[in-house]
């Protein structure tokens, strides 16, 4: 059964700051790997959507890598703002189904 | 294309009631995903459709829920005899899949539903 698991729970920055959020996975045969955004009681907005053949997809100040050997992936957020904050969800897309982490919470402060 | 819509937006009921969410996907998306979302949680699968047939059950769907697409265009998800445990946001996807690969799913902005 895939697994997925995101580090940190929680993250606090000051306007500004560059950051990392990260996702692993327990089983390497996937499709592909989505990350999105859930603002507080919303549905989930794609960010990106990186294919298994490709390492990494870029769109804006995001950038999200995909290492599927060790079964991890990053997504870089540059010159953060106070309206990235939300919850960023990662999942692991397989066959037919998508598998999600718990998801970080990023809050930006001014 | 507006997007995926979901109706109603939010839902209180009382424990023992039923209950029915209509989910209106994306036009011409051949697949439509029910996902359930519980506070603090990610998202949990709960099954699909590829056009009207029912391809793929979760576990977590037990007896009490039910979920139809009669025509291959809307769905609606049923749960009988709601629980307080049954609380949660319920979440649609909608994505047209080309046979053998996988897709892009594009989400609803949910159901949220609360039993007292």
């Not at chain 1, 955004?37 to 990494?56: A, H």
């Not at chain 2, 909608?94 to 039993?115: E, K």
Request: contains cysteine; neutral net charge; glycine residues 8%.
């Amino acid at each position: 059964k895939q697994e997925v698991t995101q580090i940190p729970a929680a993250l606090s920055v000051p306007e500004g700051e560059n950051l990392v959020l990260n996702c692993s996975f327990t089983d390497s045969a996937i499709y592909n790997l989505q990350w999105f955004r859930q603002d507080p009681g919303k549905g989930l907005t794609s960010l990106l959507l990186i294919q298994s053949s490709q390492r990494e997809q870029t769109s804006g100040r995001l950038n999200a890598s995909l290492d599927k050997s060790s079964g991890r992936s990053t997504l870089y957020i540059a010159a953060s703002q106070p309206g990235d904050s939300a919850t960023y969800l990662c999942a692991v897309i397989g066959y037919s189904t998508l598998t999600f982490g718990k998801g970080t919470m990023l809050l930006v402060s001014p | 294309d507006t997007g995926v819509s979901q109706d109603p937006r939010h839902k209180i009921t009382k424990r023992g009631q039923n209950v029915t969410f209509r989910c209106d996907p994306i036009s011409e998306h051949n697949r439509l995903y029910w996902y359930r979302q519980t506070l603090g949680q990610g998202p949990e699968f709960l099954t699909y459709f590829q056009n009207e047939a029912q391809l793929e059950k979760s576990r977590l769907l037990s007896d009490r829920f039910s979920a139809e697409r009669p025509k291959g265009s809307f769905s609606t998800l049923e749960i009988q005899r709601t629980e307080q445990g049954d609380s949660a946001m319920y979440l649609c996807a909608s994505s047209l899949r080309p046979s053998g690969s996988s897709d892009t799913q594009y989400f609803g902005p949910g159901t949220r539903l609360t039993v007292l």
